[in-house]
């Protein structure tokens, strides 16, 4: 499959370079905060011949001042430190990083949820918010309840709380706005497309909710009827009420009825995050908005998982980024 040109998430075009070159790519990065662009290289490509800079992760070093990178992705800089982060890989969590994951297993005062990550995340007991909003001590009857909070296979959103000594992932879902999910589909795509953003929380005008998991799991929902929707982030885009949460159907199973306008306005959306994924382009709530409008002229909602169908939306979806950047 022909890739396109993937100029929001890489700007730069791939190309070899030169050792002067790339250190005044590498300058210009430095006086600019590190914003001016992104480079990308292969794996075995020369990142730079200077001797001021040191290796990072995903980069090694050859000979006394040659530093190469180890695998395919984008060059980072921090001050003087270069790595390579791959386009291709396994969520590696941070603290505070919003993830969407299933429930694999129940243990002793936790679960363990995957989140698209080398090892599976730690959600303890006492890390989840009890129905009604009760603050106490998790007792040995919540022990006993634990599956009437998450049984194995319930799909969650959390907040990363820690990271432990072997990079496990530590959890939370002490807000209403975390929890278990209902009313929607998973959409999987890699974690390198996710931008973060201020909220990864977002009501669309076509009447979707999307959670925009940094590991790379997005959530699709039905936007619930009653639901008071606050701070616009532009083009009618809204970020989710974290109190329109009900605490009684904070760890329901049961799923609401779902008008057949809006199941297919669900498979749309996800079906244009997987036009924008298959193409690497970047994903983010504004994205997601364009590449909607852009596959309005398609009738049929099957026709957006045809490869010409979804790299013309894609294409039209940039287009309109492009724009919004220039007006």
Not at 48 to 53: F, K, S
Not at 87 to 101: A, C, E, F, I, K
Not at 175 to 198: F, M
Not at 220 to 249: L, Q
């Amino acid at each position: 499959m022909d890739a396109i040109d993937i100029s929001i998430l890489i700007p730069q075009q791939l190309r070899g370079v030169s050792a002067d070159e790339d250190k005044q790519q590498l300058l210009r990065d430095e006086a600019t905060g590190g914003d001016a662009g992104a480079h990308l290289v292969t794996p075995g490509e020369t990142i730079t011949a200077d001797p001021q800079y040191m290796k990072g992760h995903g980069a090694y070093a050859e000979g006394e001042s040659t530093v190469v990178s180890s695998v395919g992705g984008v060059v980072e800089r921090v001050n003087k430190l270069v790595t390579v982060r791959a386009l291709r890989t396994r969520y590696s969590g941070h603290v505070g990083d919003v993830v969407v994951g299933r429930v694999a297993e129940i243990g002793n005062k936790r679960w363990r949820v995957d989140i698209n990550s080398r090892q599976d995340a730690i959600l303890l007991l006492s890390s989840i918010h009890l129905p009604g909003g009760v603050q106490r001590r998790k007792s040995e009857s919540d022990e006993l309840a634990m599956r009437s909070f998450f049984a194995e296979g319930d799909l969650l959103v959390a907040e990363a709380q820690q990271l432990y000594s072997d990079n496990a992932v530590g959890l939370h879902t002490r807000s209403t706005k975390y929890g278990k999910l209902r009313n929607g589909q998973l959409v999987v795509v890699p974690p390198s497309l996710i931008q973060r953003c201020k909220s990864h929380f977002h009501s669309l005008p076509c009447g979707v909710d999307v959670i925009l998991g940094l590991n790379g799991y997005i959530w699709v929902s039905m936007t619930p009827a009653d639901a008071p929707a606050t701070e616009s982030t532009g083009n009618d885009i809204t970020a989710i009420d974290a109190s329109r949460v009900a605490t009684e159907t904070l760890y329901s199973s049961k799923n609401d009825p779902i008008p057949r306008t809006t199941r297919a306005n669900l498979a749309r959306v996800a079906n244009c995050i997987q036009a924008l994924a298959r193409n690497d382009l970047a994903i983010s709530d504004t994205m997601i908005v364009y590449a909607y409008e852009a596959s309005l002229v398609h009738d049929r909602v099957a026709d957006l998982l045809k490869a010409d169908v979804m790299r013309e939306i894609a294409l039209q979806a940039r287009r309109l980024y492009e724009l919004s950047l220039e007006a």
